[in-house]
């Protein structure tokens, strides 16, 4: 079993920043990509950013410049810094772990944009 810890979601005003982390642990083979979807309201899940084994990363346009995606891979953690956020960035976070044997999901971080 493999679980993923969220954490750092919350209520931000427009314009402000929050960091988001997943923590990766139990019976983790190689990890190879690590991510971060959303979803909000009425809306289908979508791919926020991306990075992978090589390091290599991938955002989404409506993010670009604003978030960054990171990874720890001694503790197996992946990191969303999010900044200038909007009210349209309003979602619900899930964290995404690929490795060689299968696909996990965490359990999801609101994330409310809101004056």
């Known amino acids: 079993q493999v679980q993923l810890v969220e954490s750092g979601g919350g209520l931000v005003q427009p314009g402000g920043s929050l960091r988001l982390s997943c923590a990766a642990s139990?019976?983790?083979?190689?990890?190879?990509?690590m991510g971060w979807y959303r979803q909000a309201p009425g809306k289908q899940r979508e791919l926020v950013a991306a990075t992978t084994s090589g390091d290599k990363t991938n955002y989404a346009d409506s993010v670009k410049g604003r978030f960054t995606i990171s990874r720890d891979n001694a503790q197996n953690t992946v990191y969303l810094q999010m900044n200038s956020l909007k009210p349209e960035d309003t979602a619900v976070y899930y964290c995404n772990v690929r490795t060689t044997v299968a696909t996990h999901w965490g359990q999801g971080t609101q994330v409310i944009v809101s004056s």
């Open positions: 139990g019976s983790i083979f190689r990890i190879l990509d």
